[in-house]
């Protein structure tokens, strides 16, 4: 398959130390400010030995594009939030739906999740947008939910239940099988 996503090996440090403090995908994080390497390296550390947060790295044609996190991994009610970004600059049209599917597949599917949440600043219409692609439903408006540089922005919750995931999928005729 041209698209997959696998687990983050030593390798993958630098090019999402690159990716995460790349302005694009900066703006529309929590935290928008520039990641020193050393603090990098530590969350790095982390991320490979902490197994109670998931990371996977899309793959296109062994050439990674971006990344896919699952937090707050909830077992008993069988939810999870997710976070998600292209961090190369030259991905192939449609990949980041073609890795949001991959990564919903692999939530619903793999993980047995029945409900993945996405919480979305509220400036970030691309990303608003992108999970009503997918088939996510605004259950939450937070006003003023953070503070970045001294302004409060709203945060907008988003959520998916598996039931839905399988019929939104079909719509998009979206073909993959779920990783294993």
């Not at 599917?101 to 599917?109: P, T």
């Not at 608003?128 to 939910?145: A, V």
């Amino acid at each position: 398959m041209d698209y997959f996503l696998r687990e983050l090996t030593e390798k993958d440090k630098d090019i999402l130390f690159q990716w995460r403090n790349r302005e694009s995908i900066r703006i529309n994080m929590y935290n928008d400010q520039l990641i020193p390497y050393e603090q990098h390296c530590k969350w790095f550390a982390n991320v490979l030995q902490n197994h109670a947060d998931l990371y996977r790295l899309f793959i296109h044609q062994n050439m990674p594009l971006g990344l896919i996190s699952f937090h707050n991994i909830n077992q008993q009610n069988q939810t999870c939030s997710w976070g998600f970004y292209i961090g190369e600059k030259n991905a192939p049209k449609g990949a980041g739906t073609i890795m949001g599917c991959l990564a919903l597949d692999y939530a619903f599917y793999h993980l047995k999740i029945r409900k993945v949440i996405g919480e979305v600043l509220s400036f970030n219409k691309r990303s608003e947008r992108f999970h009503q692609k997918l088939g996510f439903i605004q259950e939450g408006f937070f006003k003023k939910e953070i503070c970045r540089n001294g302004q409060f922005i709203d945060v907008i919750r988003l959520a998916l239940f598996g039931e839905d995931w399988q019929l939104q999928k079909q719509q998009l005729n979206f073909q993959f099988p779920a990783e294993e």
